[in-house]
């Protein structure tokens, strides 16, 4: 089973909904004597979570098709020293785990161990079965259902609903990451509460706002990766139900679903060890979508405007790094304007991996692996080139700046836009006015625009020290 196919547990996501009792945790209240547990009458409360922990996981991956990966093993959760959670221990996780898989709830993988051979090795993997699901269902309390032929298949029922599917909820919003992306502990610090502040008082802050976007402008294969709670003005919960799904929360009016509210809340993942590396901010629903998508949120009724950094990362290494005003476009190489995806992927690969040989590997595997990378491959055959003359005319272009690629600025560049983000994010919210982020891109009402134009060069002139770029409505200005 390849890597990509298995998604690392969370031993933080549980399920709890808005009134405290989830159709998950009903389900664990109904079974917890039933399933086989060992020493049931112990530490009951802790082996509770373990079980809400393992679901909530197995559950969240269910439509993506991805196996989610649990250590078997007793030294993993004694070396991680449980991460201050009482319920993270071998005997609650991989326990509760056995118990479910014994029940018929989820299935195995067994992990995989090559004494010689480190690369091979593969750790154990679950993924919830129908059963579960269905399962899962039973805890739902059901009003009436309605028939609804809204772009949707016929045999899709839609179903009015007291008790909700709840949403997957986190405990930290400040993340740590290793070099291998394993979330690891750390000590509280200036960077770490000083993001838990601002994110506490922003997620608080967004979550006030309704922004929607329309059902019939998301595509399809979205649906189920978006965990939306949203609620009409009569209050009415709807939950997506079929055979081979688990529900999707949306409202209804008319027996149509219109729109949905977007989960804006933001949480801020750190790498390779350190809080001067990464820290951009993930996990809002809006950040899902494509930016055409994107282009149909409202907010409080009001049509809105995304504008982003140009050839962000380019530009910053000459400006930041090496005091350069650059005014060029970084990623037209040539002229050759299909080609400009291409570069700009492969750039970020330069200034990441190691290495000519490793920043063509990793372009090769994006263009498997990536949303945009057969697109990307077809544009590459269309001009008949190949990595390695990308790679070569990306460094010709950029002699200037040579030495930062294979250096692992990439992820450098990430904690100063962030830091940018935050900033302009900030801003925003003290005006009251609601601000959303991908990454170097923001999102505003329409009717803002111009002061978030004045606002993100502000931010980046303050840290960076030189004018910027920007695109708005597909113009660079």
Same mark, same amino acid.
């Given at each position: 089973?390849?890597?990509?196919?298995?998604?690392?547990?969370?031993?933080?996501?549980?399920?709890?909904?808005?009134?405290?009792?989830?159709?998950?945790?009903?389900?664990?209240?109904?079974?917890?004597?039933?399933?086989?547990?060992?020493?049931?009458?112990?530490?009951?409360?802790?082996?509770?979570?373990?079980?809400?922990?393992?679901?909530?996981?197995?559950?969240?991956?269910?439509?993506?098709?991805?196996?989610?990966?649990?250590?078997?093993?007793?030294?993993?959760?004694?070396?991680?020293?449980?991460?201050?959670?009482?319920?993270?221990?071998?005997?609650?996780?991989?326990?509760?785990?056995?118990?479910?898989?014994?029940?018929?709830?989820?299935?195995?993988?067994?992990?995989?161990?090559?004494?010689?051979?480190?690369?091979?090795?593969?750790?154990?993997?679950?993924?919830?079965?129908?059963?579960?699901?269905?399962?899962?269902?039973?805890?739902?309390?059901?009003?009436?259902?309605?028939?609804?032929?809204?772009?949707?298949?016929?045999?899709?029922?839609?179903?009015?609903?007291?008790?909700?599917?709840?949403?997957?909820?986190?405990?930290?919003?400040?993340?740590?990451?290793?070099?291998?992306?394993?979330?690891?502990?750390?000590?509280?610090?200036?960077?770490?509460?000083?993001?838990?502040?601002?994110?506490?008082?922003?997620?608080?802050?967004?979550?006030?706002?309704?922004?929607?976007?329309?059902?019939?402008?998301?595509?399809?294969?979205?649906?189920?990766?978006?965990?939306?709670?949203?609620?009409?003005?009569?209050?009415?919960?709807?939950?997506?139900?079929?055979?081979?799904?688990?529900?999707?929360?949306?409202?209804?009016?008319?027996?149509?679903?219109?729109?949905?509210?977007?989960?804006?809340?933001?949480?801020?993942?750190?790498?390779?060890?350190?809080?001067?590396?990464?820290?951009?901010?993930?996990?809002?629903?809006?950040?899902?979508?494509?930016?055409?998508?994107?282009?149909?949120?409202?907010?409080?009724?009001?049509?809105?405007? $995304?504008?982003?950094?140009?050839? @962000?990362?380019?530009? =910053?290494?000459?400006? /930041?790094?090496? !005091? %350069?005003?650059?005014?060029?476009?970084?990623?037209?190489?040539?002229?050759?304007?299909?080609?400009?995806?291409?570069?700009?992927?492969?750039?970020?690969?330069?200034?990441?991996?190691?290495?000519?040989?490793?920043?063509?590997?990793?372009?090769?595997?994006?263009?498997?692996?990536?949303?945009?990378?057969?697109?990307?491959?077809?544009?590459?055959?269309?001009?008949?080139?190949?990595?390695?003359?990308?790679?070569?005319?990306?460094?010709?272009?950029?002699?200037?700046?040579?030495?930062?690629?294979?250096?692992?600025?990439?992820?450098?560049?990430?904690?100063?836009?962030?830091?940018?983000?935050?900033?302009?994010?900030?801003?925003?919210?003290?005006?009251?006015?609601?601000?959303?982020?991908?990454?170097?891109?923001?999102?505003?009402? $329409?009717?803002?625009?111009?002061? @978030?134009?004045?606002? =993100?060069?502000?931010? /980046?002139?303050? !840290? %960076?020290?030189?004018?910027?770029?920007?695109?708005?409505?597909?113009?660079?200005?």
């Amino acid at each position: 089973m390849k890597k990509k196919n298995i998604k690392w547990i969370d031993i933080r996501k549980y399920c709890l909904n808005k009134n405290g009792f989830s159709a998950i945790q009903k389900f664990i209240e109904e079974n917890y004597w039933k399933l086989g547990l060992d020493n049931p009458k112990h530490n009951i409360d802790q082996k509770k979570m373990a079980l809400n922990v393992i679901i909530s996981n197995v559950v969240d991956e269910y439509t993506s098709g991805k196996f989610t990966a649990i250590p078997f093993y007793r030294d993993y959760y004694t070396r991680r020293g449980n991460d201050k959670l009482s319920h993270n221990t071998y005997k609650f996780i991989v326990g509760g785990t056995k118990a479910l898989i014994k029940n018929g709830f989820i299935e195995l993988i067994p992990g995989v161990y090559h004494y010689k051979n480190n690369e091979n090795n593969r750790v154990s993997s679950v993924r919830a079965k129908k059963l579960l699901i269905d399962e899962l269902n039973k805890y739902i309390t059901v009003n009436a259902t309605a028939q609804n032929y809204f772009e949707v298949p016929e045999y899709v029922t839609y179903i009015f609903s007291e008790d909700e599917f709840a949403k997957i909820k986190f405990d930290c919003v400040v993340e740590l990451k290793d070099s291998e992306k394993n979330l690891i502990n750390y000590r509280p610090n200036r960077e770490s509460e000083k993001s838990k502040k601002f994110l506490h008082e922003y997620n608080s802050f967004i979550d006030t706002f309704d922004i929607l976007i329309p059902v019939d402008k998301i595509k399809p294969n979205k649906y189920k990766l978006l965990e939306i709670n949203t609620t009409s003005t009569t209050n009415t919960i709807i939950e997506y139900s079929s055979n081979t799904s688990i529900p999707l929360i949306g409202f209804c009016q008319r027996n149509y679903i219109l729109n949905k509210k977007l989960d804006c809340r933001l949480k801020r993942t750190f790498n390779n060890t350190s809080f001067y590396q990464g820290g951009r901010f993930y996990d809002a629903e809006y950040q899902w979508l494509s930016e055409e998508e994107r282009s149909w949120i409202t907010i409080n009724g009001d049509s809105t405007v $995304e504008i982003d950094y140009s050839g @962000l990362h380019g530009r =910053m290494i000459y400006h /930041y790094y090496e !005091k %350069i005003d650059y005014l060029d476009d970084p990623y037209l190489v040539g002229g050759i304007k299909e080609l400009r995806p291409a570069f700009k992927k492969l750039f970020q690969m330069c200034i990441n991996a190691t290495g000519r040989t490793a920043s063509i590997r990793a372009f090769r595997k994006s263009l498997i692996e990536d949303d945009d990378g057969w697109e990307i491959k077809r544009l590459i055959h269309k001009h008949n080139v190949s990595p390695e003359w990308l790679y070569d005319k990306l460094l010709e272009k950029h002699q200037r700046i040579s030495k930062h690629f294979s250096s692992g600025v990439g992820i450098r560049l990430q904690f100063i836009d962030s830091e940018i983000a935050m900033n302009i994010l900030k801003r925003f919210m003290r005006k009251g006015i609601a601000c959303l982020c991908v990454h170097d891109s923001f999102i505003v009402q $329409e009717k803002r625009k111009d002061e @978030l134009i004045e606002v =993100m060069r502000e931010e /980046y002139r303050r !840290k %960076i020290g030189f004018e910027c770029l920007l695109k708005v409505d597909r113009k660079i200005i």
